[in-house]
């Protein structure tokens, strides 16, 4: 007789489990909870993302939009031709489509990115409307190495980074990722990169706390995840959205905030939230021109050229090592 399978084997076996859970775990264990970034970035948490760049409040999205319309051929230009594209997080590919329509015969264009049905969905999309570009994307953690194939040996690669991804990392993690892609491009390293800059408080605030609640939505969207594949029972509606700005960091500090005192279990273990207690989720940095270099230049990397908005809320700027 075959014995009875349990429908969920992580429900019943706390040891076997899955990236997510045990990072989730691992996370909520320490004294100040958090749970990484990337987490956020699950289907749902992709189009929510989605929705924010719509975000009247939400200005990066737009501006950066803008100065890639208005600079995209001196960017192309500055790339050169016959360049391969990697773009990290390459989300929904908005700002690539402008950039692709203005690169002289790129030979490929590689979108790198964790979300894998959104990535492949992008991916299609773009070979609709880019017949004749070889299309190849990677789903991968871009804070990981990453490996290019090996027919790109020989190519001259741009990497494109747009959307201030790079903003999520704590100065340290950034330099250590801009030293990979220095390397991942070799000798002829170029990078295409898109980051916000310092400006207005009351500017910031508004953008990651949009009277929508789309960013909330966003945030929260983690512990509704968490429910469903790390097997929690959190009650989604006793938590907040929370999110300041940080001057003297330069950053925006998002978190997840306990309403109340409970005690939720979560892929078989018990954890306690006391009321007011803050769940790190996400930072978003802030650069000056200045500051941006100089971490840059610690990675080996120097500024090629600055593109920036009427109003220099954001960035674009060309690397090279
Ligand atoms: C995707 C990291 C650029 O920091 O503005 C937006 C993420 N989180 N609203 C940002 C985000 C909440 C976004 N980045």
Not at 171 to 197: Q, R, T
Request: hydrophobic letters at 35%; aromatic letters at 8%; charged letters at 20%.
């Amino acid at each position: 007789d075959t014995p009875v399978k349990h429908a969920n084997q992580y429900a019943t076996t706390p040891d076997v489990r899955t990236p997510f859970a045990t990072d989730v775990i691992e996370g909520l264990s320490q004294q100040r909870k958090r749970l990484h970034c990337k987490h956020l970035y699950d289907r749902r948490g992709s189009q929510l993302f989605d929705n924010i760049c719509e975000l009247p409040e939400y200005y990066p999205t737009r501006t950066e939009l803008a100065i890639m319309h208005r600079y995209a051929d001196a960017m192309a230009e500055q790339i050169g031709p016959n360049a391969a594209l990697v773009e990290l997080g390459s989300g929904s590919s908005q700002k690539t489509r402008v950039l692709l329509d203005h690169l002289r015969e790129p030979t490929a264009y590689l979108p790198v990115d964790i979300s894998r049905g959104h990535l492949l969905e992008t991916a299609d999309k773009l070979r609709r409307e880019h017949p004749g570009l070889n299309i190849q994307p990677i789903v991968a953690d871009f804070t990981q190495p990453i490996e290019l194939p090996s027919s790109l040996a020989t190519e001259k690669v741009c990497v494109y980074f747009p959307g201030s991804t790079i903003g999520n990392l704590e100065p340290h993690d950034a330099v250590k990722l801009l030293k990979n892609i220095a390397k991942l491009a070799g000798n002829e390293a170029g990078l295409l990169i898109g980051f916000d800059l310092q400006k207005d408080h009351d500017v910031l605030h508004a953008a990651y706390n949009d009277s929508q609640g789309v960013t909330a939505a966003f945030n929260l969207n983690l512990l509704h995840r968490i429910n469903r594949e790390a097997n929690g029972n959190l009650i989604v509606d006793q938590f907040s959205h929370h999110a300041i700005y940080n001057a003297s960091k330069g950053r925006i500090e998002i978190s997840i905030e306990s309403k109340t005192d409970q005690t939720a279990r979560i892929a078989g273990q018990e954890f306690h939230f006391s009321k007011g207690e803050l769940i790190h989720t996400e930072y978003s940095h802030k650069y000056t021109q200045e500051g941006f270099a100089n971490m840059a230049a610690s990675a080996g990397l120097t500024t090629k050229n600055v593109w920036t908005d009427p109003r220099d809320w954001f960035a674009v700027n060309y690397l090279e090592s």
